[in-house]
C-alpha cells in the first residue's frame, strides 16, 4: 500500500516537535494538522535512522526523504522477470490456443471428409507434397533470405531435409546457373516461378527443362511494399505456355486466384494438350486486385470449383495460413511455404524456408499425415509420363 502522502514541510515540522518530552504526539498531530499515525511512522523511521532535527536541518529535502524512507525502497523494488520464462509460458499459451482452432478446423472439416470407412482419413491419404519458397520474402523484403548461389542452393537442401519435394525459385535472366547450382545441391522437383514475366523472357526455362513452370491463369494484379505488379496475360499467351511445355516437357504449375482463373483453366484442359495431373497452386491473401480472404470459406468453395484431375496446392501469405493449410492438410490437398509466402513462424519470429517446412511437416505428423519425398512427388504428380514423352 502506498504510504500517505505528506509534504516535507510537515515531515521537517514532525521532527523538530516530535521527539521533545514536554509535547504529546498527539498534541504535534493535531498542531500540524497530520494524522497522529503519521507521527508515530516519522518518529519511529527517525529513531531507526538515527535521524535528529538538528542533521535534518542541513540536509535538502531530497536527502531528508532518502534518510526516511531508503529502506521502504529497498522493500518495495519489484523482482527482475524472468523473460525467458515469461516467453516460454506464453508460447505454450499460445500453442495451446493453436490446437484448440485446429481442433475447430478439423471439425468444420468433418463433413467435407469421406464417410466411406478409413479411406477419408488423414493417414490414408497420399504423402504430403511440400513447396518451399526460399526467397525474398514480399510483404517484408529487409527480412533475411539466401542471396548468393551458394546460400540459395545450400538453403534448398536444407529445405529437402526438412520435407520439401518441390522448390519454388525465381530468377529473370540467372536460370541458367541457378538451375545447375541448385540440381547439384537438392534431389527436389524445380518449379520455375515469376510468371509476370512474359513468356518470351521465359524461354531459357524451357530450353533447361526445369521440371515446372509457373503460370498465372488470370491477370497480374498484385500489391506489395517494393513493386506492384499489373500485367494482362491473355488466352493466346497461356495456350502458348501449353505447347511450349508439350514441346520441351516442362509442366505448367497453374496458379489459381478466383474463379475467373478456374474458367480459364477449364478452357484450356478442354482444348490443349496438358498432362495429368493438372499441377495447380491456390492462392489466398496475397494483396492486390487478386486477393482473396485467407478463410477456410473461400478455401473450401474454390477449391469445390476445381476439376477432379488437379493436383492442388495451396498458399497463404499472413499469419492466418495455419488454419488452411490444416485444412489443405487434412482434405488430401499440398501445401506451400517459405521466406517468399510468409517469412515468419508461427510464433511471429522471423524464420528461413527450411525453418516453416520443418513447422509445418511437424503439423502435417500431427494430424496424422505422412510427408513425400521428392521421389514418391514425381511419382504422385506422373513425371514420368513427362520423361517418357
Not at 528461413?352 to 496424422?368: N, R
Request: hydrophobic share 40%; aromatic share 6%; charged share 25%.
Amino acid at each position: 500500500m502506498p504510504r500517505p502522502h505528506k509534504t516535507m514541510r510537515q515531515i521537517r515540522d514532525v521532527l523538530r516537535f516530535g521527539p521533545r518530552d514536554n509535547i504529546s504526539r498527539r498534541t504535534v498531530a493535531r498542531g500540524l494538522s497530520v494524522p497522529r499515525s503519521s507521527v508515530n511512522d516519522l518518529a519511529a523511521r527517525a529513531i531507526d535512522a538515527e535521524f535528529t532535527w538538528e542533521v535534518a536541518s542541513e540536509l535538502d529535502d531530497a536527502q531528508v526523504e532518502a534518510t526516511l524512507y531508503h529502506h521502504e525502497a529497498k522493500l518495495t523494488t519489484r523482482p527482475q522477470l524472468d523473460f525467458a520464462l515469461v516467453k516460454k509460458e506464453l508460447r505454450a499459451s499460445l500453442l495451446r490456443r493453436q490446437i484448440v482452432e485446429w481442433d475447430r478446423v478439423l471439425i468444420m472439416l468433418s463433413n467435407h471428409l469421406s464417410t466411406d470407412g478409413a479411406e477419408g482419413r488423414p493417414q490414408d491419404l497420399p504423402p504430403l507434397i511440400i513447396t518451399a519458397t526460399p526467397q525474398k520474402c514480399w510483404l517484408e523484403p529487409d527480412l533475411p533470405y539466401p542471396k548468393s548461389l551458394d546460400e540459395l542452393a545450400e538453403e534448398c537442401a536444407s529445405c529437402e531435409d526438412a520435407g520439401a519435394a518441390v522448390l519454388h525459385l525465381h530468377a529473370h535472366t540467372e536460370w541458367v546457373p541457378m538451375l545447375a547450382a541448385v540440381r547439384a545441391a537438392s534431389g527436389t522437383l524445380i518449379q520455375c516461378g515469376m510468371s509476370s514475366f512474359p513468356v518470351d523472357e521465359r524461354l531459357d526455362i524451357f530450353e533447361q527443362h526445369g521440371d515446372m513452370i509457373s503460370v498465372i491463369a488470370n491477370h497480374h494484379d498484385e500489391a506489395f511494399p517494393e513493386a506492384n505488379c499489373n500485367v494482362l496475360h491473355t488466352m493466346d499467351e497461356l495456350i502458348r505456355y501449353c505447347e511450349l511445355g508439350i514441346q520441351y516437357s516442362v509442366r505448367p504449375e497453374w496458379e489459381v486466384w478466383h474463379s475467373g482463373s478456374v474458367w480459364n483453366l477449364k478452357y484450356l484442359m478442354e482444348h490443349t494438350e496438358l498432362v495429368r495431373p493438372i499441377i495447380t497452386t491456390l492462392f489466398f491473401g496475397w494483396p492486390g486486385g487478386t486477393w482473396s480472404p485467407p478463410t477456410i470459406d473461400e478455401y473450401l468453395t474454390r477449391r469445390r470449383m476445381m476439376p477432379s484431375d488437379c493436383a492442388v496446392t495451396v498458399s497463404v501469405m499472413g499469419p492466418e495460413r495455419y488454419a488452411l493449410l490444416v485444412a489443405a492438410i487434412t482434405l488430401g490437398d499440398n501445401v506451400r511455404v517459405g521466406t517468399e509466402d510468409y517469412a515468419r513462424n508461427r510464433w511471429g519470429e522471423p524464420a528461413q524456408a527450411s525453418e516453416l517446412v520443418a513447422e509445418i511437416a511437424k503439423i502435417a505428423e500431427a494430424v496424422g499425415r505422412r510427408v513425400a519425398t521428392p521421389a514418391e512427388a514425381r511419382e504422385i504428380l506422373k513425371f514420368d509420363r513427362v520423361a517418357a514423352q
